[in-house]
């Protein structure tokens, strides 16, 4: 006798149930409009609310003024309520309590200055409600290799789905802060429901020789529970109504679980229970010696016909096998294989679903040979990758059309790559990828789920960086050398000069300061403003302009500093000493006296020249300053008594040429006073003669 036994939490939760019995209620009270998409992830009481006068409508341009739009217990964005609001509409909202407080926690997380990332299935409704709720910035994780996609932040808030795996979660969220380290918020906002209805199955799947699970093949908590029991249950059987169940599915099998996702009504899993309870489990059960058959074994037969539908198969079971065209190669023609098969040759071959739905139990070469080269794939250690080479088979697209990757062939099996781990940049078109052999990485394997990702970031990272280097590199070379360069001719041009030498040269810069001018290749010094001109008052750029050649004297070369000091005035005669020249010691002159200093008056010899008197020779007599015998513009005859024209010094003396003049007047007075002397006494010898 067979044993059934229901999953102790199974079916609706509080927040479906809140939902159909808010549509149902609408129903009666004969409102008008309808559910702006599915209410539920379950097609049969979506038409069974259409029936009722509420149906599904997918947008909100669907709707009439008036009317009443009925959100989904999925939720939506806040533009939605917005637009509705503004469209005239009646808001009726479904939205389950739990995926509310998911939206207001996201949000809250934004406003606080964290980073919202939401864990769940990107395409979920209920996931893309988070999302808007959370922000523009808000950012969807799905599978571990998504978390490469997340920005370096310093403050993540993390949200999960209410339905999704808790496990698998787990381990999202610890891969992710060992990626992305950092201060964490975690709102678990798994549903209580979900993860009591997770724990009663697998513990009923451990039990049990079969299970079914009930549900919408749209619902993604149907579809992690199916998943989930399969683990536990090799024989784990999703389905949407009683209608599929069929006898082959539970022969040979004594103990069978029911369970269902939080969308299926309580009559769809009443209604299974029924059909199990009616089936022949007597004959099932003296039938069970037979071959056993269920989706995912793999059995061996002899091809028995061919016609246009496919290859029949024996395979010792009391219904043939047809395995279809497309299933034993989709990559030539039906005419090519029905003239290459023959009826006789032995074929591996996998019992695919749906095989009950008529008289052949449907098979697929394809996939047997997947799975047998799945044998040939070697685990991956947690955290570790290794290096392969890819072919591009095709694009793959999900529900809306939108490209999430490329299916690769690898180690003889097809892998996923997704779109995001195939350019470091953007990719718009992949088309060009199909057929192309690529170098990437395997970065996670999952024999039970026959799952492979792979990914070429790393590999494009490392081969970027590398090109970096080695551009670096490059460049750092290219400099050193043009440095050596420099050096070289720097230090050729400094050999090529020395101190005292008068050299002809170039003016490569005119600044405020001097000349910056080319004595030698690579080698440039500085003429500065002083040594211009003996004419203090010439500026640089009155002395010469860029390009200009000019002959300098180096006067001094400092290797360790890198400085060369120059000068033009040196090459040139010193306009001062050409004037100097014209007088000599002794020379009496007339000067103007032009200022005083406490020890002298300097007095001007020509436009260009000037002398000291000192204090000592101003007058005879002793003064206290040059004003007590001097006025300033005087001019007064002085005489030359020194000249130092290397040190630009002229000593002259007023009292000299003073006292010089009285010794001459006196000179003339003795030599006058001595003649007439001398007359009178010849005049005087005369008489006495006479």
Known sequence: ??????????????????????????????????????????????????????????????????ETVIIRSHGVGPEIYAQAEKMGLQIMDATCPNVRLAQKKAAQAAADGYFPVIVG??????????????????????????????PQQERYGVVIQTTFELQKFEDILAEMQKQRPGEYRVERTICLATSQRQNAAVKLAQEADAVVVIGGRNSANTRHLAELVQKHCRHTYHIETADELSSDMLRGCHKIGITAGASTPDRLIKEAIIAMENMDFESMLNESMEVEVYPGKIVNGTVIQLDKDGVYV???????????????????????????????????????????????????????????????????????????????????????????????AVEGV???????????????????????????????????????????????????????????????????????????????????????????????????????????????????????????????????????????????????????????????????????GKFHVGDIIDVEVVRFLPFGAIVKLSDKVEGLVHISEIAQERIAQPADALELGQVVKAEIIKMDLDSKKIGLSISKVKRDAEKNEYRSYMGKKNSSLKQSMADQLEGLEK
């Open 314 to 408: 024996s395979f010792g079971y009391r219904h043939d096998g047809l395995i279809t065209y497309a299933e034993w190669n989709p990559a030539v023609s039906a005419e090519e294989l029905m003239a290459t098969i023959k009826v006789g040759d032995e074929v591996e071959a996998k019992v695919i679903p749906g095989s009950t739905k008529s008289d052949f139990v449907r098979l697929s070469k394809v996939k047997a040979e997947r799975d047998a080269a799945w044998k040939n794939v070697a685990e991956l250690p947690e955290g570790e990758k290794r290096p392969a080479t890819v072919k591009v088979i095709r694009i793959i697209k999900n529900k809306a059309k939108n490209i999430v990757g490329l299916a690769v």
């Open 121 to 150: 299935e990107k395409n979920h409704p209920e996931v893309k409600s988070i999302l808007k709720w959370a922000g523009k910035n808000a950012i969807c994780v799905e599978y571990i290799e998504d978390i490469s996609c997340i």
């Open 1 to 66: 006798m067979m044993e059934i036994t229901v999953a102790d939490h199974c079916g609706f939760c509080y927040g479906v149930k809140r939902a159909v019995e808010m549509a149902r209620q609408a129903a009666a009270d004969h409102v008008q409009g309808g559910t702006l998409g599915p209410l539920i992830h379950n097609p049969q009481l979506i038409g069974e609310l259409a029936s009722q006068g509420i149906a599904c409508r997918e947008s909100l341009a669907e709707f009439a003024p008036g």
């Open 414 to 580: 097809e892998g996923f790559m997704p779109a995001s781990h195939v350019e470091l940049r953007r990719v718009e078109d992949f088309t060009p990828y199909i057929g192309q052999e690529l170098q990437a990485e395997i970065i996670e394997v999952d024999l039970e789920k026959k799952r492979i990702v792979v990914s070429r970031r790393d590999l494009l990272k490392a081969e970027k960086e590398a090109k970096a280097k080695a551009w670096r590199e490059q460049k750092e070379a290219q400099i050193a050398a043009r440095k050596e360069a420099r050096a070289a001719a720097e230090e050729a041009a400094y050999n090529s000069v020395e101190e005292g030498q008068v050299v002809p040269g170039k003016v490569v810069k005119v600044a405020d300061f001097g000349l910056f001018v080319e004595v030698g290749e690579g080698l440039v010094g500085l003429v500065h403003q002083t040594e211009l001109s003996w004419d203090r008052n010439v500026k640089p750029a009155e002395a010469a302009q860029e390009g200009d050649e000019v002959t300098v004297l180096v006067k001094k070369i400092d290797r360790e500093n890198k400085r060369v000091a120059l000068s033009i005035k040196a090459t040139q005669e010193d306009p001062w000493k050409v004037e100097a």
